[in-house]
């Protein structure tokens, strides 16, 4: 299993981080895939890494109040989860993504490697992180 993990201050209060972490169609566009679907509580992401085009088909669970986890449903890995926690108060959070993930050797073999794959996710989750920050940096 391998893991990527980032995480960044916010100045907002928690429950608002939350809150924009819940419109998911921005949340995951945020990341920077070439496409995104969003019906209830399915995600579909599409993107293009090198020649490959893979999709996955992500499920959303939240199991704490503070938590909003993703986890691959369909795709090219053999699993792949991605949590992300919030916490703090009402004046500034931390938000911590976290993505494990294991690769499928039968479907991804040569072409792609973990590394590949922690750099790519890494950036995902850099631009979404950055994506929350901005929102916020004027106070709103």
């Given at each position: ?14 429950e ?27 995600v ?97």
């Amino acid at each position: 299993m391998n893991t990527v993990t980032l995480s960044r201050s916010i100045d907002a209060p928690a429950e608002t981080v939350r809150e924009a972490m819940a419109d998911l169609q921005a949340f995951t566009e945020a990341a920077g895939f070439d496409d995104v679907a969003v019906d209830g509580d399915e995600v579909v992401i599409t993107n293009h890494v090198g020649l490959l085009e893979l999709q996955l088909e992500l499920v959303v669970t939240v199991d704490e109040p503070d938590r909003l986890v993703l986890d691959q449903r369909d795709g090219i890995f053999e699993s792949m989860e991605t949590r992300y926690t919030v916490t703090g108060d009402t004046e500034s959070c931390e938000v911590t993504a976290e993505t494990d993930f294991a690769l499928d050797v039968a479907i991804v073999g040569a072409v792609l490697d973990a590394t590949v794959i922690e750099r790519q996710r890494s950036a995902e989750l850099t631009r979404q992180l950055d994506w929350l920050q901005e929102r916020f940096e004027d106070g709103s």
